[in-house]
């Protein structure tokens, strides 16, 4: 089966360092998400890309997050700086549809600490 | 803001046991989806309703649209401890952006056996 990958699946850090996850999403998805996982906030959507255009980035503190998509097979999030609250699991997910409600299909995630 | 409401956060019971999850909202969707997801993975889709009072089964688990499109629940019969995980429900809103979900934050079983 097709499946979202992410690198890394770990990642522990010092506060101030700069962090880019990545992610590949399944070939032929034209949409792509990009979550943040904790548990008292649960799945929170950070940005999400149509086409590899940039739909909604909202849910994502523009100061120290950015997201991209250089080409259709990579999705890359960089936090700079990064700090301890960034702490938490980020995963991408991937769609083959842009209308709304179309299943996502998740990654294993990056699970991100910073110390 | 929290749109949809899931209950009860925890949920443990021994195998064999039946049990009912809820997904509540204030807001109408235009479809729902459950998703499980088990530790160390990414939630992994399960169903999706779309027709108000719609009711889908899937093996022991047996999923319900509410008719009013703002609530939905899962049932699981017999549970093993295979159905372990954390239980998410995501709807997509009438008028949202095209492709976007709406997350719970999920009911999270344990099946012992």
């Known amino acids: 089966d097709a499946r979202v990958t992410q690198t890394p699946r770990h990642k522990v850090t010092e506060m101030g360092q700069e962090v880019t996850m990545r992610c590949q999403p399944i070939?032929?998805?034209?949409?792509v998400f990009w979550y943040r996982q904790t548990m008292m906030q649960g799945l929170e959507l950070l940005a999400y890309?149509?086409?590899?255009?940039?739909?909604?980035d909202s849910g994502m503190p523009k100061d120290r997050f950015s997201a991209e998509m250089p080409d259709a097979t990579l999705a890359t999030l960089k936090i700079q700086p990064s700090e301890p609250r960034d702490s938490a699991v980020y995963f991408c997910?991937?769609?083959?549809?842009?209308?709304?409600?179309?299943?996502?299909?998740f990654g294993d995630g990056t699970r991100l600490s910073i110390l | 803001t929290q749109l949809l409401e899931q209950s009860p956060q925890f949920l443990s019971i021994q195998e064999g046991e039946n049990l009912t999850v809820y997904c509540n909202s204030s807001s109408v969707f235009s479809s729902l989806q459950w998703y499980r997801q088990e530790p160390g993975e990414g939630p992994v889709l399960l169903v999706t309703?779309?027709?108000?009072?719609e009711v889908k089964k899937l093996k022991r688990l047996t999923f319900q649209f509410g008719d009013a499109r703002k609530d939905s629940s899962l049932h699981i019969t017999a549970a093993q401890p295979g159905d372990t995980g954390l239980y998410l429900c995501a709807g997509a809103k009438y008028g949202g952006s095209q492709g976007n979900l709406i997350f719970g934050k999920g009911t999270k079983l344990s099946v012992k056996p």
């Open positions: 890309f149509r086409n590899r255009a940039p739909l909604d």
């Open positions: 997910a991937s769609g083959p549809l842009s209308y709304g409600g179309q299943p996502q299909h």
């Open positions: 309703v779309v027709t108000g009072g």
């Open positions: 070939l032929g998805h034209n949409t």
